[in-house]
């Protein structure tokens, strides 16, 4: 009955402490649950080990809740630790050493000063050690099993086979007037592109896609594409391919109106 109303009020100091630093909706109960396992770790330690010992043990669990919640929940460690830890700070330690210094009572201040001082330093070697470990298992598995690099939203990556300014293209072409190349889209297919805005030859690009070009006689497609943070219309597309298949019908669709950084 002890262990559960110790619990019971760890939860509702633990929420109150939670709204002040702004902690909102479910994360605030998650939160303070992490106070109430920092307070039954603490409780269910065998006392002959000590209260530096006992708030040690608790910070271990208070911070490997933390960790995993962090992880699970996408929300940063601080937003549950801080409240973890809320229920094992030694408040009481800190009120009796300043009473016994200002009665005058030298020696009961040292002791209980120390004993703070111990606490305090227990919490603070749990949450190092939990935290480095949690960072040492995150660095093998990712050199372990690499992740890909994140894509920008459209972003799209070339090899120019046939740079700015190379041989002809075709028959009425005798230069490129475009860094021209294949990419390979996320269905998995290889199609052509062609880079606007860059008038120097190329080997490799990445930037944006732009638009999509539809021939209609032979139902070819062609992809534009942009470096980031460039503008492009319509027209700007409609002149390119003008200029690179005079007389070929064709349709756009534009997947860029804006630019993007």
């Not at 919490?123 to 660095?139: D, E, F, K, Q």
Request: hydrophobic share 45%.
């Amino acid at each position: 009955m002890n262990l559960f109303l110790a619990l019971l009020c760890c939860l509702v100091g633990c929420t109150g402490f939670s709204m002040t630093n702004n902690v909102r909706g479910r994360p605030l109960v998650w939160a303070s649950l992490g106070g109430c396992v920092a307070l039954l770790i603490y409780l269910l330690t065998p006392a002959s080990l000590g209260t530096a010992m006992r708030s040690f043990f608790g910070t271990l669990g208070a911070a490997l809740y933390s960790e995993w919640m962090a992880r699970t929940k996408k929300a940063p460690v601080t937003a549950f630790l801080i409240t973890g830890l809320f229920a094992l700070v030694p408040g009481a330690g800190i009120y009796y050493s300043m009473k016994y210094a200002v009665a005058g009572e030298s020696e009961q201040f040292l002791q209980k000063l120390l004993e703070t001082i111990g606490v305090a330093g227990a919490m603070a070697l749990g949450v190092i050690l939990i935290s480095s470990l949690v960072r040492l298992y995150t660095g093998i598995v990712q050199r372990r099993f690499p992740l890909s690099p994140l894509k920008a939203p459209g972003e799209v990556h070339a090899v120019i086979d046939r740079p700015y300014g190379s041989g002809p293209v075709t028959d009425t072409l005798s230069v490129c007037p475009f860094n021209l190349g294949t990419c390979q889209v996320d269905d998995g297919e290889f199609r052509e592109l062609l880079v606007l805005g860059i008038h120097a030859p190329l080997t490799e690009f990445t930037g944006r896609k732009a638009a999509m070009v539809f021939f209609e006689e032979r139902k070819e497609t062609l992809l534009i594409a942009v470096p980031f943070g460039m503008p492009v219309q319509e027209e700007d597309v409609r002149r390119a391919v003008q200029e690179l298949s005079p007389g070929r019908p064709f349709r756009i669709r534009m997947l860029l109106t804006r630019p993007v950084f």
